[in-house]
């Protein structure tokens, strides 16, 4: 079977070298993909928007799977496109992927089916918001642009006046362009986060072990939020308890929920949770794999790639279940400088040799593309490899992830010196 992926991140990387272990696989193409991805699939230069284009190579090329990986084309309808000119497809149609791509819809969802998360109101007005800040809000408080906002629509505002310029942001100066048309404003949570990703065929959940990202760019968490800098699975503070709760009050309830609403959900729905001194809390629903979650979950699972997916599409996920290996994995990102903000490109990586057929250390890249002598490999974003090592316990994973990012380099490597140190705590 030919299958092609759409993305060009780390999380597309791992989910192409999770697809080349199936051995029901004879070629992997990805939209546009990057220079690792380039090392197993053959990147063709279509854009994840270019819904027409995917289509039409998809057909031309018979693929027999496509997977996408990023929410952008999701929440815009790639898959119904797909789906109509009768490609199979691995994702959630637009009107499932709804469930990332607003959050005063998920919001809703959640409170309509008793489904625990924090306290929340909704406002399509700068004023209405504003008056409410004014009346009933209790500091700090968390306001959220309605759409995809590439991570970077939450706000956590201390202040009556931060809120105000968080209000301000979001609706009047639209920031976050047309995510801002609608607010969410959200009740503070406090408690450790916890990633669990699952597959679901409309119907049954199966889920993955659970992962922990580290969102702000500088050790300690300080700095900025940014796409994460690093996770590890499984996450010690994902206990049976925690397990059994979320099972019972929040995973199916969620895939019921779509169903019962007409909006079948079939693909990976990741929940962001929050373990709060009154249980398990949803922070927020993604409909997709995490990146770089999806760079520590992958290559412990065991299960070919391929069937789960299709058991997904087929609806025939309840004859499946999940395996894990029984270890640990952790990912380091090793970012460009200055990521979030400002940051140079276009820098000679050296050292990516060291990860050639090995089983246990992965270098998944980021943002990188091949330079003009078709060889020397550059920098070519924030976020520029994944470097993820297994261990047979979490301190192992780490010491052996911190000893291969050590194997590469380019000119303005930056990375966190503290991932998975919480498992210290654990
Ligand atoms: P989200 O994109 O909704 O996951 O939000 C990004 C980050 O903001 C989360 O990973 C949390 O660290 C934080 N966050 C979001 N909602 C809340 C909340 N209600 N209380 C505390 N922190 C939150
Ligand atoms: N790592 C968080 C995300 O993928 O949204």
Redesign the pocket.
């Given at each position: 079977m030919k299958v092609m992926i759409v993305g060009s991140g780390g999380r597309e990387h791992a989910i192409a070298a999770s697809v080349a272990k199936s051995g029901r696989v004879e070629k992997i193409y990805c939209a546009p993909g990057n220079a690792g991805i380039a090392q197993i699939a053959q990147c063709v230069p279509i854009g994840a928007m270019e819904f027409e284009k995917i289509r039409d190579f998809a057909k031309e090329n018979e693929i027999g799977l496509v997977i996408v990986g990023m929410d952008d084309p999701l929440v815009g309808g790639l898959v119904d496109v797909l789906e109509a000119a009768g490609i199979r497809t691995f994702g959630p149609r637009k009107n499932a992927a709804i469930l990332e791509g607003s959050k005063a819809f998920s919001k809703d969802l959640m409170k309509k089916y008793h489904i625990p998360t924090?306290a929340y109101e909704t406002f399509d007005e700068a004023e209405d918001a504003l008056e409410y800040l004014h009346t009933q809000a209790k500091f700090p408080v968390?306001l959220?642009a309605d759409g995809l906002a590439l991570?970077k629509g939450?706000l956590?505002c201390n202040t009556l006046q931060e809120a105000e310029d968080g209000v301000c942001t979001i609706m009047t100066e639209r920031k976050f362009g047309a995510a801002g048309n609608r607010l969410v404003i959200?009740?503070?949570?406090t408690g450790r986060?916890v990633s669990v990703l699952s597959f679901v065929d409309g119907k049954t959940i199966r889920i993955m072990s659970s992962a922990q990202d580290h969102?702000r760019a500088k050790d300690g968490d300080q700095g900025l939020?940014t796409g994460g800098m690093g996770t590890f699975s499984p996450s010690p503070f994902y206990t049976p308890k925690v397990d059994a709760f979320c099972r019972e009050h929040i995973y199916q309830a969620t895939v019921d929920a779509m169903a019962a609403e007409g909006r079948p959900f079939v693909g990976v729905i990741f929940f962001?949770l929050?373990l709060t001194a009154e249980g398990p809390k949803v922070?927020?629903y993604n409909a997709r794999f995490g990146d770089p979650e999806a760079q520590v979950v992958l290559p412990r699972m065991k299960n070919d790639m391929v069937e789960v997916c299709e058991a997904c599409i087929d609806g025939r996920l309840d004859q499946v279940e999940l395996e894990f290996e029984d270890n640990a994995a952790v990912c380091v990102v090793l970012a460009s400088d200055g990521y979030p903000v400002k940051y140079d490109k276009g820098l000679p990586i050296t050292g990516l040799e060291h990860f050639e057929n090995r089983e246990d250390v992965y270098c998944f890249h980021a943002g990188t593309k091949t330079g003009e002598d078709g060889k020397t490999i550059l920098t070519n974003g924030g976020r520029v490899l994944g470097v993820t090592a297994k261990g047979g316990t979490l301190a192992q994973a780490r010491k052996n992830a911190y000893a291969a990012a050590g194997w590469v380099d380019f000119a303005n490597k930056y990375m966190r010196q503290d991932i998975g140190k919480a498992i210290d705590e654990a």
């Open positions: 924090a968390v959220k991570g939450v956590i959200e009740e503070f949570m986060e969102k939020n962001g929050m922070l927020e």
